[in-house]
């Protein structure tokens, strides 16, 4: 069953990545072929009630490394938030649905097109809650570079291997500036 729900996550994150190639411009594929052969990693996280909530997260501030990340909440209770002109916004769950977020490498890609979301994790006080989290990784040798500049902008960030980026992301306090501001032109 897990081997089935992550084929049709991924094929789920190849169509999106597809669409948003398109509505960049480019072709179908490009996004697809510039990531390499994409990796997919699964988090199950679990939430145990907190009596406390305000003196922890379940995680903080952060962006995602990678390009996509397709996450199932629970349907019952709410712990994702999202940074929206600068405050913190949650994000009701609703069931049989998915929450998608763009993640740093797409941001690259796209020139800055597409935005990777600033979100974090909360506590319940009364209640625990589970989520899944579906993450499309590119090659470690893949080559990230604007994909987009044709609108006579110069290309934001420089490129970079997504291995690179990966172990600059993770040497670093998550909550800490957007790790994409250390490969800027």
């Known amino acids: 069953m897990v081997s089935k729900y992550c084929g049709e996550v991924r094929q789920l994150g190849e169509r999106l990545e597809e669409a948003i190639a398109e509505s960049l411009g480019l072709e179908k594929e490009c996004i697809r072929n510039m990531l390499g052969e994409q990796g997919q990693h699964m988090a199950v996280n679990y939430y145990p009630p907190c009596p406390e909530p305000e003196l922890t997260y379940g995680l903080p501030a952060h962006t995602d490394p990678n390009a996509l990340t397709i996450l199932l909440q629970d349907s019952h209770v709410a712990g994702l938030q999202v940074l929206k002109d600068g405050k913190w ?6 069931p049989h649905a998915f929450v998608v977020n763009i ?31 579906s993450f499309l990784c590119p090659a470690d040798d893949a080559l990230i570079s604007p994909a987009v ?37």
């Open 89 to 94: 916004v949650a994000v009701k769950p609703h």
């Open 149 to 185: 500049t044709d609108d006579g902008s110069a290309a934001i960030y420089r490129s970079f291997t997504y291995a690179e980026y990966y172990k600059k992301f993770w040497s670093r306090n998550l909550d800490e500036e957007h790790c994409l501001e250390l490969f800027k032109n």
């Open 103 to 133: 993640g740093d490498q797409l941001q690259a890609l796209s020139n800055g097109k597409y935005k990777s979301v600033w979100h974090r994790a909360i506590v319940n006080v009364g209640k625990a809650r589970m989520s899944i989290a």
